[in-house]
């Protein structure tokens, strides 16, 4: 079980249990921030190696792609093993593998050597999410678990956000090659797994389950992954990364073709919804901490809050300045919905199985961001780019129906296994 509470703000020990909840924090927040950096330190090298290996921009977007598919398509069975054999391992080994994978394309003879390490990096990646949260439910304290949450996904967002800017600086300013670059970068994560090590005496898995059960444990995993909560909690995760990859994929061109919107004002736009959404992830964290109850109703009504706020300039034409105001406010409301969202999903998975609970549903996210483009943009080329933003919004509201079943369907289950009262005799 997660540590105890503090005992009363301002007290000593209430210091130190934050000083070791940020501890824990900042440990697997370090892995976390290096699965998100290396997604997008890659893009950048694109052009140099299109030149050095002579391959197509199709062959280049393999890189990413197979790395993003094996991590999605591993998370849940990674997940099985983090329930059965504790976290701390996988995370310490696939931190590693993930980083000296990146590392070892500095050495890459050719393009077509680069596309299996890209896999083994993926394969490190997929332990992330289903250790990072089977560690964080076990080892902080509940009264600080939306937090920790929170600050889980803003290192992650950090990550993709400096991904590309580090590498561009290592590339142009810094004047090194990409070879030097990546192995620079890939190297990063040796003091991270080091740091780890040290430190993991403050990891904690997560509770387990009653001996009596650990014999039926896989078949009930299956069956846990399949029950009604758990899709419906897939889907959940699906819609809403599906809608957030519409706005993030073409916003700037819709704004553009509906209303004139220079690029830079669109893009300004675009960044807003970017900072928002990040921003409102640590709103989100606080927020779960300080409510007790009512986290669906919290979910619901920021995300219909982000769907107004979305739609408005889709409809209407608006100074360069609100549009951008309206669109940051939307990514704010959005952003500030994902921690009640993930600390719901945590709430809803039984004991012992929380791996395989958010590595399953959590791979919604890579899934949904891959749906989305290719059929908006579609709707762009037939000469339909007011439907976008509308699409965006119908997904979310989707979405919506999936956390009110997922939430009820889990307050049922949890009734049902409630021990009932036996009748006196």
Known sequence: MPPADPPAPDHPAD????????RIIGLIGMGHFLSHFYMLSLPPLFLVWRQEFDVSYATLGLAVALMSGTTALLQTPVGFLVDRHGARPFLVGGTLLMALSIAAMAFAPSFWVILPLAILSGIGNSVIHPADYAI?????SKSFMGRAFALHTFTGNVGFALGPVVMGLLLEAAGLSWRTALLLVGLLGVPVVVAILLQSR?????AKPAKGAAASEELSGRALLLSRPMLLFFGFFLLSAMAGAGIQSWLVPVLGKLWGMPILAASAALTGYTVGATAGTLVGGWMADAMKRGLLGAVVGLTIAAMVLLLIPGLVRLPEV?????????????GTSRTPRDVMLRDASPRGQIGKVFGFVSSGLPLGSAITPVPLGLLIDMG????VLPVVAALLGLSLLCAGGAQGASAVG???AAPQPQPAE
Not at 202 to 206: E, H, N
Not at 322 to 334: C, E, I, P, Q, Y
């Open 15 to 22: 210091r130190a249990h934050r000083r070791r909840d940020l």
């Open 136 to 140: 964080l439910a076990g080892s902080v």
């Open 202 to 206: 403050v990891l904690r898995d997560q």
């Open 322 to 334: 609100l549009v951008v105001a309206l669109v940051f406010l939307g990514g704010l409301a959005l």
């Open 384 to 387: 339909y780019p007011w439907l």
């Open 414 to 416: 949890r009734r049902r």
